[in-house]
């Protein structure tokens, strides 16, 4: 999730270019850059890590000519890791383009332009867009043909801006998948675009939010848009803060609501008809592999700890979790047929870390299924997935841990083609039921309004029992790990079948039972399980697909032919069911008390 501006106008347009990138490097800040286009003329500059880097290099530059245009960008890495190579934007012979997402065919792309003697400086999946430009446009002559075809050739989730010294009064711009604004500036032949709304504060008053498949052409004699008859206008919120979380509250729950977009580009160029493919993976890793060992801390724990299921059902190859804490100390038996898996949203967790550099120190093969590039663990493991949730500016995780886990079920399934456990049907129903994740991620209105008004029943008695069963478990636990980060009430998730062996003893009328209870896995196992909770008074709030006439609140979800479906929707009612009752509690949702964000010390 990165950000883009881009401006054509009178003031001083680096000024512009800069401050819009503050506004937005909250979007990402592995590397920023900024090319500045007057009279055939571009200047760059690009710089490693935060955006004050980038401003000192500026600075040191002597800078002072002015310039008509420009265009920007703050980097979340994806393809390739954070160096000024990979930085945006990005060049070809006489033009640079800035690029916010994923284009999935970027290989079969650079590989055609190879051939006909394009060379490569980056490891990014965006330089192929600004080559197969100047490929159209040395053919064409015509800029706005070049851009309409090389949009054409690009498969993914994008927004572009590109400026070029065949056409340096023009800036071109795209939008499929990846958010895009362009604006009508204050001041007379003014043009602004950027990735959100705080960056246009200010500046502007009219806006249009492009559609997926919209772009078109911009210059001081104003836009073009390629389909103008459907383009409409808007006007601008007044606050940046609430810019920033565009229109939500409070960042846990605009990432809530992003979880079914992240997850998408989590799915990008990995998922096809009958495989997945992971490009970082070497084919030989599971030679030798006898055993699976997962290591992680709270939420990548229960990540995890939901994975062990997969890795077991679909892999057929033994899994064990282990709290990274723990691990460290226990002087565990480790052995060269073990692959060492390590979870982590920042990729920077201490005891996460430590556990890592144990298996390496053994000799154990190892990934870290990260969302950070260039992260301390991807440095040390063997291998590194990125999860691409983009930043998440909450405390307490909510996209880190539906991307971890889907990664996991890719990965499930990529050792499962692998080993030849899984037949072909099965692999297949696997990868229809991944597709089908976004949707099943998707906030409905009645959702949120269900738990909205029920959240105002739970906000006191002596606890909470979450409990489920098989993968079910682990997101009892993640349930109630939420309600406790941010509503500071006391919850527990369990495994429906150990009620009876103790923790039902608390069970009465002050005790609430947050049954997650799924049609397509042992439903009338933990049906059982509720029931017997029911009889000794504990107030019962069931989530299920199917009405259970014993439950005191009932939050329906719909019917779905895959328990992880039914996984992943019932994630989202517990997110914003922890989050609507820390609300009415009265907490800072976003900064729980005693929590960071990265656990970076034991």
Excluded at 264 to 272: K, P, Q, V
Excluded at 578 to 598: F, Q, W
Aim: aromatic share 10%.
């Amino acid at each position: 999730m990165c950000g883009i501006v881009g401006y054509i106008g009178k003031q001083k347009t680096v000024d512009i270019l800069l401050d819009g990138l503050k506004e937005l490097e909250y979007r990402g800040y592995d590397s920023a850059g900024i090319a500045l286009l007057n009279c055939e003329k571009i200047s760059v500059y690009k710089a490693l890590g935060k955006l004050s880097n980038l401003e000192e290099k500026i600075q040191h530059s002597n800078l002072c000519a002015s310039y008509d245009l420009g265009i920007g960008h703050t980097r979340w890495a994806t393809h390739g890791k954070p160096t000024e190579l990979n930085a945006h934007p990005h060049l070809g012979e006489y033009s640079y383009v800035v690029h916010n997402g994923i284009i999935e065919n970027y290989k079969e792309l650079k590989e055609e332009l190879l051939s006909h003697g394009h060379k490569f400086v980056s490891q990014t999946d965006t330089e192929v867009i600004v080559h197969l430009f100047e490929y159209y446009q040395n053919q064409f002559n015509d800029c706005t043909q070049a851009f309409q075809s090389t949009i054409k050739r690009l498969e993914g989730a994008y927004s572009i801006l590109l400026i070029s010294k065949a056409c340096p009064h023009s800036i071109y711009f795209f939008k499929h998948g990846s958010p895009l604004i362009v604006a009508r500036g204050n001041n007379e032949n003014e043009v602004l675009f950027a990735s959100s709304d705080a960056p246009l504060i200010g500046l502007c008053s009219e806006v249009v939010y492009l559609e997926d498949g919209f772009g078109g052409v911009a210059s001081k004699e104003g836009i073009v848009f390629f389909n103008e008859a459907l383009v409409s206008w808007s006007s601008l919120p007044t606050s940046k803060q609430f810019a920033q979380k565009e229109g939500f509250r409070f960042f846990m729950e605009k990432e809530i609501y992003e979880q079914s977009n992240v997850v998408s580009d989590t799915m990008l160029g990995r998922i096809f008809d009958n495989s997945i493919a992971f490009d970082e993976l070497n084919a030989s890793l599971m030679e030798g592999i006898r055993e699976i060992k997962i290591c992680a801390c709270g939420t990548s724990y229960h990540a995890g700890l939901t994975a062990s299921y997969l890795f077991e059902r679909l892999a057929k190859v033994k899994c064990s979790v282990e709290i990274a804490s723990e691990f460290r100390y226990k002087e565990p038996l480790l052995s060269n047929d073990t692959l060492f898996i390590v979870i982590s949203q920042s990729g920077e967790t201490a005891d996460t870390l430590e556990a890592l550099k144990m298996a390496k120190k053994n000799g154990l093969k190892s990934i870290v299924v990260c969302n950070v590039d260039n992260s301390s663990m991807t440095r040390v493991a063997d291998y590194a997935i990125l999860t691409r949730a983009g930043i998440e500016k909450g405390v307490a995780s909510t996209k880190a841990f539906s991307t971890q886990v889907v990664v996991l079920w890719m990965l499930a399934l990529y050792f499962a083609k692998y080993k030849k456990s899984i037949d072909t049907q099965t692999l297949q129903n696997e990868i229809h039921a991944l597709r089908e994740v976004p949707s099943a991620l998707l906030v409905t209105n009645s959702v949120h309004e269900r738990t909205k008004r029920l959240s105002k029943r739970y906000l006191h008695g002596h606890g909470f029992f979450f409990i489920g069963r098989d993968v079910f478990f682990p997101l009892a636990l993640e349930g109630a790990l939420k309600l406790k980060e941010i509503s500071y009430l006391h919850a527990e998730g369990y495994p429906a079948g150990e009620m009876k062996h103790g923790p039902i003893a608390l069970a009465d009328p002050e005790l609430f039972t947050i049954a997650l209870m799924p049609q397509n896995l042992l439903y009338d196992k933990i049906k059982s399980n509720v029931e017997e909770l029911s009889a000794r008074d504990s107030t019962i709030c069931a989530i299920s697909p199917l009405s259970f006439e014993l439950a005191d609140d009932f939050i329906p979800t719909n019917l779905k032919n895959h328990y992880m479906l039914e996984f992943f929707e019932m994630l989202v009612v517990l997110q914003l069911f922890s989050m609507e009752i820390s609300v009415r509690l009265g907490n800072d949702v976003d900064m729980p008390r005693n929590l960071a964000k990265s656990v970076t010390v034991e």
